[in-house]
């Protein structure tokens, strides 16, 4: 069993920036492949960003188009947490952001993409972005 704990959201303006944090429990976290999920009022969850082990100490990442050179997904294995870092936010970015792990071993982005591939779920953080 995961647990994900989220944190860093909040209320800030347009061209604003804010860092969200996924901390992660397990003493194999390295090899987790980690997403960032969002979802807007009335809207399905969608995709965001994803760090994907891809052995050793190697990862692939990618995003979604529409936050593609603004969002950036990193992590700090020592600390067990995953970042998703975001400027220039647009009220449009105002959702529910989520992080997601999966334990199991795929490596592709179009898995990173969807929901379905990810066993463990935080509780989501609130992010709201002010015109």
């Known amino acids: 069993q995961v647990q994900l704990q989220e944190s860093g959201g909040g209320l800030v303006q347009t061209g604003g920036s804010l860092r969200l944090s996924c901390a992660a429990s397990?003493?194999?976290?390295?090899?987790?492949?980690m997403g960032w999920f969002r979802q807007a009022p009335g809207k399905e969850r969608e995709f965001v960003a994803v760090i994907i082990w891809t052995g050793g100490s190697t990862y692939q990442l990618d995003s979604a188009d529409s936050v593609k050179g603004r969002f950036t997904v990193s992590r700090d294995n020592f600390k067990n947490t995953v970042y998703l870092q975001m400027n220039s936010l647009k009220p449009e970015d105002t959702a529910v952001y989520y992080c997601a792990a999966a334990l199991s071993r795929w490596r592709s982005i179009i898995s990173g993409k969807s929901e379905a591939n990810y066993a463990y779920w935080g509780q989501g953080t609130q992010v709201t972005v002010s015109s």
């Open positions: 397990g003493s194999t976290f390295s090899t987790y492949n």
